[in-house]
């Protein structure tokens, strides 16, 4: 099983890029074929309809690709003003566009309907980003994406990480392992081949 994992955030000391590269080698472990990618390598602008007229970046078609090539994605969202932050926003504005005469863009829904999306946070606050998620969830689904009904929201995430970055507590492992589990079964599930 393929599976997409990223953060929403590009800060260098990203708790939230922690966490989505945690995520990444609790996957790998797991058995998945795992790309794990960072939004600050690709070249996306602000979302602007006279810009796109113009022709929708490279790199846009790049993460519409990679979006439509794996049925199950990991999203690690921070939490800025009780929400999601632009960057995600953006992020997923610009991969569900349409592109416009093209034969294999057109359906802006391409790259999101049926995936699996499974949602984490951290946050140095007590509640782990959590309210961001409950923002984002509406969103994901919108974008006709099935969100796993687990999530984890990691709290105090500033004393959550040893100094290699990987998670230092055995619970929160466990937590990111069962959204990772329940999302690579819901996924088997929903695109196991059809028998005939």
Do not use: C
């Not at 006279?50 to 970046?57: A, F, I, K, M, V």
């Not at 790259?111 to 999306?117: E, I, R």
């Amino acid at each position: 099983m393929k599976i997409l994992v990223f953060a929403g955030s590009t800060r260098q000391n990203s708790w939230n890029r922690k966490l989505a590269h945690a995520a990444a080698a609790l996957a790998t472990q797991a058995g998945a074929e795992v790309t794990h990618i960072e939004l600050a390598d690709f070249d996306v602008p602000m979302y602007n309809a006279d810009l796109e007229s113009r022709g929708t970046p490279a790199d846009v078609i790049k993460l519409k690709q990679l979006g439509y090539e794996h049925a199950a994605w990991i999203i690690s969202t921070p939490e800025y003003n009780q929400s999601y932050p632009a960057l995600l926003k953006n992020t997923l504005d610009w991969i569900s566009s349409p592109v416009k005469g093209d034969p294999v863009w057109s359906d802006g829904m391409r790259s999101t309907t049926g995936k699996v999306v499974g949602v984490l946070s951290a946050s140095p606050g007590s509640f782990g980003g959590i309210r961001s998620q409950s923002h984002l969830v509406p969103l994901l689904m919108n974008l006709q994406m099935w969100v796993a009904p687990k999530s984890y929201a990691l709290g105090r995430a500033h004393e959550a990480f040893n100094e290699q970055g990987e998670l230092a507590s055995d619970a929160a492992r466990q937590r990111v392992q069962e959204v990772i589990d329940q999302v690579l079964w819901a996924s088997k599930q929903l695109h196991q081949p059809e028998k005939p």
